[in-house]
């Protein structure tokens, strides 16, 4: 018998239909003496109808009450999904955030889980109950209601799993597992049985939306064992998240190809070339709570110089006001914004040791005609800022130059997984 946390994305939720065989999935595991608490997201689009309709309001909500809204979406699929636990003859209860109690800061709409406490949880399920936590919402120590940031639901079921000490979190989606990259852009990608953390972690933080980043980092901090799984097919192994290699005896150098169309570049042009310049233009981005991605300063030239960035595009409008003030100040010649751009990147930790990745991905994309406009590395990826309009083409094209449809050689013709890992319903 073992504790099992079963989360339940929007599309695994899309209707009265979907969420009544999700409680039959339950089912199984319970009957087969498991506990089980399950997390579901709001049903597909209700978030955004949500979010839509707050900004039919204002277009810049109040952060504390576009929360309180976008919180009801899982309150809703929560008493459905209990509703139909009770159909299929279990026990079954279900709790808000703010029941349970998720604590978090007072982070509206990108809040950061702090403590969850068990004792409704433990007594819940002592009781004989399938416990229902609604995903992606928490409340802060004034008792206000709180939101996760997009995707937040797998957060909280990370999070759940590390405060009850769950013997697995199992991500259920509209995928089978995570492959080598998103199967709706490229459909011969393929999918993994296990993955690194690392390496889903640069996956998720590079753009691939199978996993909130921050669930990959509490899965790895706390240690949780994690695997993503299909909703719509009968128990299959989906994809583990592992911490050690364990995969071939041959790795891979690539392991996926993340990409994310979110991005905008802004660029001043002629910044006086002088120390302390970066944090003049970066400071008052920072301080406006807009994440900055990439960075390039060009070499000086007649002592001045072009600084280029990115951020995510919703925060361009505001970035670009900051810059036209800091512009002013510093004495900078232009600037200039391009909201048309995406960034595409290829993630693996064999990349450690195989010089050439670079060169070969470059090689790829310029056969293509593709232009990079910024690039960034670190040891486990390469990321490139390209227009948005290749980034169908570039994906594709990179995935087949690191063949990465075809499943990795192995000389003993082992698969890596490690079959006593898996737990079944029965
Ligand atoms: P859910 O609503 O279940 O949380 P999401 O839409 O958030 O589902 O995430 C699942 C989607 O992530 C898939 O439908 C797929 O299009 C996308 N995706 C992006 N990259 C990958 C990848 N490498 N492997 C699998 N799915 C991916
Ligand atoms: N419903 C929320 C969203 O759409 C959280 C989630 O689905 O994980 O972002
Ligand atoms: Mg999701």
Redesign the pocket.
């Known amino acids: 018998m073992a504790l099992i946390v079963q989360k339940f994305?929007?599309t695994s939720v899309a209707s009265t239909d979907r969420i009544k065989s999700v409680a039959k999935r339950v089912a199984r595991w319970q009957a087969a003496g498991h506990d089980v608490i399950v997390v579901p997201?709001a049903m597909a689009g209700e978030t955004n109808r949500l979010i839509a309709l707050a900004k039919e309001i204002s277009p810049s909500p109040d952060p504390r009450e576009l929360d309180v809204i976008a919180s009801t979406g899982e309150q809703v699929t929560i008493a459905l999904l209990a509703m139909a636990m009770h159909g299929e003859g279990l026990k079954a209860r279900s709790f808000t955030g703010s029941q349970v109690t998720v604590l978090t800061d007072s982070a509206f709409t990108k809040a950061r889980i702090l403590k969850i406490d068990e004792t409704r949880i433990r007594k819940a399920l002592a009781e004989g109950n399938v416990v229902v936590v609604a995903g992606f919402q928490g409340a802060d120590e004034d008792g206000n209601i709180t939101t996760l940031g997009?995707?937040g639901?797998?957060t909280s079921a990370v999070a759940l799993a590390a405060a009850l000490k769950a013997d697995e979190c199992q991500i259920y989606?509209d995928v089978d597992g995570v492959y080598t990259t998103d199967p709706r852009v490229e459909p011969e990608a393929r999918k993994l049985d296990t993955i690194t953390f690392e390496e889903m972690l640069e996956m998720a933080s590079l753009g691939s939306?199978?996993?909130?980043i921050r669930s990959v980092e509490f899965a790895g901090k706390y240690k949780v064992k994690l695997r993503v799984l299909s909703s719509f097919e009968d128990e299959g192994e989906g994809t583990l998240i592992t911490v050690e290699e364990k995969r071939t005896m041959e790795e891979p150098v690539i392991s996926g190809i993340a990409f994310n169309r979110d991005e905008a570049k802004l660029t001043m042009l002629g910044v006086p070339d002088r120390p302390g310049i970066a944090y003049q233009i970066l400071g008052p981005i920072a301080d406006a709570n807009i994440d900055v991605d990439m960075i390039i300063q060009n070499i000086g030239r007649d002592d001045t110089t072009d600084f280029s960035f990115t951020v995510h595009r919703s925060d361009y409008s505001k970035a670009l006001a900051i810059l036209e003030t800091v512009r002013q100040k510093i004495g900078a010649r232009d600037l200039s914004g391009d909201t048309g751009t995406c960034k595409v990147s290829a993630v693996g930790v064999g990349m450690r040791s195989h010089p050439g990745v670079a060169s070969k991905m470059f090689g790829a994309l310029a056969k293509e005609g593709i232009n990079l406009q910024m690039i960034s590395t670190s040891e486990i990826k390469i990321s490139v800022v390209i227009e948005e309009k290749y980034l169908e083409l570039a994906v594709r094209v990179l995935h087949k130059a690191f063949g990465l449809e075809k499943p990795p050689k192995s000389k003993l013709g082992l698969t890596g997984r490690d079959e006593t890992d898996i737990i079944t319903p029965s």
């Open positions: 994305g929007g997201s997009r995707g639901s797998d989606t939306k199978v996993l909130q």
